[in-house]
């Protein structure tokens, strides 16, 4: 059996979006900015895909949905452009992020230093999620635009969006969320909630990877990333990916239309695992389950290296990770549980595994068997290694554990 547990690092694209795409391919083919009828006969499906994403996000028609890339580029843009718009001419110097975000927002605010803006990373508190008290008392006059992300990629944590959109809006400063991990996992009501820029990327919900999105409230102006032709009313030029735009369509469609019922399911099968995999002892979870994106798990195991530990999953075909993709190739501890207080070892240890509404229960009763068979086999070796060797200054397994992190 093979069994993927990495659903926020990507998703299987779902067969029907794979089917509505095919025709953009080689049968209507067209330039949707051709005046021909090559061109013109994919705008209604360009249309039906903008309704899509529109009704799945509870948009209003005042609002713009601009397609990108991917979330890198829409979080690239808003980060970017603010500075362009906001902080270039001297009316403002500062942007407010927290110390838990994608690198793709992280590493843009650095850059983003460097060119001299001041930007305040702002700690979460023992669950990983920033408080709204917090984002208040960093906000000053010179404040430009705060950043914090609707859910985590690694822990899953849901972020109180809705309040600090509320404290941004009252203090009259620009409101960006990176809402690529709560579309599709969370009801997401952009009329509920005051947000002025949400990041999106489809193949985080069964859509094709090369196609996001960015939301834009009230059709605000924000000076485009890369300029270029008129496509997206100028806001982000280049050919339009018709095929992904169809598809990403679709995929929201299907993601957000029966939200309740399908994360209902999902959340079973996660809490299920949860149980079975906290019945090890010195295990934790990172996060109440109840705050948290119905499909993810980031759990700990005292003595038991990341790394092995997804050696001995890919061993058994499980695919996991230690958390974001694209920082697993270095070894480095798992940030956002340093940030959350865990100590070195500890942040060594995180497991995420990450479901999806194709997730079925006899993957979830093989990775219980296999995952608690690894565990016993990896502290077997490392209690052998540990007699052999016995690490200077401490007595295996003593780390310091968030009280939030015990069971
Ligand atoms: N996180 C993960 O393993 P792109 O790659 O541009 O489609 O999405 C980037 C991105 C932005 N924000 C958040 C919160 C994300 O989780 C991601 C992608 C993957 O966690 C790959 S690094």
Redesign the pocket.
């Known amino acids: 059996m093979q069994v993927y547990l990495d659903n926020?690092?990507t998703t299987m694209t779902d067969p029907q979006v794979v089917e509505v795409m095919q025709p953009f391919f080689s049968e209507l083919y067209g330039n949707p900015s051709s005046l021909h009828k090559f061109g013109t006969s994919t705008h209604p499906y360009l249309r039906k895909a903008i309704d899509q994403v529109y009704t799945a996000l509870n948009a209003s028609d005042d609002d713009d949905i601009v397609f990108t890339s991917?979330?890198?580029e829409s979080?690239n843009w808003v980060l970017k452009s603010v500075f362009n718009d906001y902080i270039v001419n001297g009316e403002k110097d500062h942007i407010i992020t927290t110390e838990v975000e994608?690198p793709?927002v992280l590493s843009t605010c650095r850059w983003l230093e460097e060119q001299g803006v001041k930007v305040t990373y702002l700690p979460v508190n023992e669950e990983g999620i920033v408080e709204p008290h917090t984002v208040k008392s960093f906000i000053t006059e010179k404040t430009a635009l705060v950043s914090v992300?609707w859910a985590s990629?690694?822990t899953g944590m849901i972020f109180p969006i809705k309040e600090i959109g509320e404290i941004c809006k009252e203090k009259g400063v620009l409101f960006h969320s990176?809402g690529?991990?709560a579309v599709g996992k969370i009801s997401v009501d952009l009329q509920d909630v005051h947000v002025d820029f949400v990041s999106m990327?489809a193949?985080k919900f069964h859509g094709p990877k090369g196609v996001?999105a960015l939301y834009i409230k009230d059709s605000q102006a924000l000076s485009p990333l890369l300029h270029g032709g008129e496509q997206m009313g100028h806001r982000r030029s280049g050919t339009l990916n018709v095929p992904y735009i169809v598809g990403m369509g679709k995929a929201i469609e299907l993601a957000t239309s029966n939200i309740e019922e399908t994360m209902a399911k999902i959340r079973a099968k996660r809490d299920r695992l949860e149980d079975a995999l906290l019945e090890l002892s010195d295990t934790f979870v990172v996060g109440d389950r109840e705050k948290r994106t119905p499909n993810t798990i980031l759990i700990s195991i005292r003595g038991v290296e990341g790394e092995g530990m997804l050696w001995d999953l890919n061993n058994g075909q499980i695919g996991a990770?230690t958390g974001?993709?694209?920082a697993s190739e270095d070894l480095e501890a798992n940030s956002v549980m340093l940030a959350i207080g865990a100590d070195n070892e500890l942040a060594h240890t995180g497991i995420r595994l990450s479901l999806s509404r194709f997730t079925t229960d006899e993957e979830i009763d093989y990775t219980i068997d296999h995952f608690k068979k690894a565990v016993a086999r990896l502290r077997a070796i490392s209690s052998s290694f540990a007699k052999v060797a016995p690490t200077p200054g401490g007595e295996a397994g003593e780390c310091h554990i968030p009280h939030h992190m015990a069971h």
Do not use: R
């Open positions: 926020n690092a991917c979330a890198t979080n994608h793709s992300m990629n690694e990176d690529v991990q990327s193949h996001g990770s974001s993709a694209c």
